[in-house]
T-cell receptor, first 115, second 116 residues
Framework: NAGVTQTPKFRILKIGQSMTLQCTQD?????MYWYRQDPGMGLKLIYY???????DKGEVPNGYNVSRSTTEDFPLRLELAAPSQTSVYFC??????????????FGDGTRLSIL | AQKVTQAQTEISVVEKEDVTLDCVYE???????LFWYKQPPSGELVFLIR??????QNEISGRYSWNFQKSTSSFNFTITASQVVDSAVYFC?????????????FGQGTELSVKP
């Protein structure tokens, strides 16, 4: 199993450009998440989804959009890139099955620079 | 409100020393889960442990051990006889059981450097 796969691994954007960060998982997890990690900081939740067709905002959603058309895929879109969005982005997934809150499985991250 | 505080930003030890990483959390819920993740220099996040609020037993896994104390709202992580491969950023995280989607609140992380 590949687990959670993120593409691309690195990207440089110009201010005002748009792009989509791809995330796919092959564990049949209902829950998926997008986080950003700024230097010296913990991870902050951008958006999450509890199933196909259902998404909701996290702590820092401004400037981002998501969609969840399938269980496997959860792309994150930046419409008008700004320098403040320079960060490392992590996608994660978890299962609602089992007892209690299950651990999240993370992708390897996408390092994004906005210049 | 939920909050996780890892007051130690950076810790440096020499190989074979024991080291404890502190984690203090805040929550109003009586049912919650605590996690530790490791982020090695390669950047990925690796799950280490999950603990629920009803299980205060300490846990040991090899050189790793965790001390959960509800009375002080702490969930500390100790590495015994540290090794260079333990060098990483370690994150403590909290999830309240009644939150939709199992969302995690992360601490700021503690960067551990183990020198040979």
């Amino acid at each position: 199993n590949a687990g959670v796969t993120q593409t691309p691994k690195f990207r440089i954007l110009k201010i005002g450009q748009s792009m989509t960060l791809q995330c796919t998982q092959d564990m049949n997890h209902n829950y998926m998440y997008w986080y950003r990690q700024d230097p010296g900081m913990g991870l902050k939740l951008i958006y999450y989804s509890v199933g196909a067709g259902i998404t909701d905002k996290g702590e820092v959603p401004n400037g981002y959009n998501v969609s969840r058309s399938t269980t496997e895929d959860f792309p994150l879109r930046l419409e008008l890139a700004a320098p403040s969005q320079t960060s490392v982005y992590f996608c994660a997934s978890s299962s609602p099955r089992g007892q209690g809150i299950q651990p999240q499985h993370f992708g390897d991250g996408t390092r994004l620079s906005i210049l | 409100a939920q909050k996780v505080t890892q007051a130690q930003t950076e810790i440096s030890v020499v190989e074979k020393e024991d080291v404890t990483l502190d984690c203090v959390y805040e929550t109003r819920d009586t049912t919650y889960y605590l996690f530790w993740y490791k982020q090695p220099p390669s950047g990925e996040l690796v799950f280490l442990i999950r603990r629920n609020s009803f299980d205060e037993q300490n846990e040991i896994s090899g050189r790793y051990s965790w001390n959960f104390q509800k009375s002080t709202s702490s969930f500390n992580f100790t590495i015994t006889a540290s090794q260079v491969v333990d060098s990483a950023v370690y994150f403590c995280a909290l999830s309240e059981a009644n939150n939709q989607g199992g969302k995690l609140i992360f601490g700021q992380g503690t960067e551990l450097s183990v020198k040979p």
